[in-house]
């Protein structure tokens, strides 16, 4: 056995055989008022974004449906377009409201971010379908200035700004709307 209030190596029991820190053992006086065997299991994660990732990536793919059926020429009906349109914005909200996150703004401008993203790859994977044989093309004192595949060029990286920032502009109204409606509730909880 050890002297009082020397640890010994893991493997041996210490005074009064319980283990301290990175395997040493030695008397409980040494021990933090924490206890060592806490079950944290029941605690939930911290997240930097307020969700995980998955779950970003999930909520920001609810929005795809819509993209891909434009940029593929279907039409649906009206309370379809609608549901398309405004259902998964919706759904961001009410998830980031649900799950009480302290700032909403940033996971609903990363999940905007991510739907900016995919709406500037299906906007450039539908390039060719989207304009057919009828390309656009520069006008004004530009017109004929540039090769088709330069004016193209820009045309698609004009098109990917523009995808992200509409994505950005919906995260960040969503983001506005959850945090309004996260004061709300909390006055009115706090009201009772």
Known sequence: MSPKGVGTPAGR????????????TGPAT????????????????????????????????????????HDAGVSVPGPVQGLLVFGPPLVWVIVTVVRRIPSPV????????????????????????????????LGGNLAGQLSPATEE???????TASSLLTGL??????GLLATLVRRLTGRRSDAR
Not at 106 to 134: C, E, S
């Open 169 to 174: 502009v919906v995260g960040l109204i969503c």
């Open 106 to 137: 940033v996971p609903l401008l990363t999940i905007g971010g991510l739907y900016g993203l995919g709406l500037a790859l299906v906007h450039n994977l539908y390039w060719a379908d989207a304009f057919r044989d009828q390309p656009p093309r």
């Open 30 to 69: 040494l021990l933090p008022s924490v206890p060592m065997n806490t079950d944290r299991s029941h605690v939930p994660p911290r997240y930097r974004l307020g969700l995980p990732l998955w779950q970003i990536a999930g909520l920001a793919a609810l929005a795809m449906p819509r993209v891909f059926l």
């Open 13 to 24: 029991s210490g005074a009064n055989g319980l283990t301290l820190f990175a395997g040493w």
């Open 153 to 159: 060029l820009l045309f698609r990286m004009a098109t």
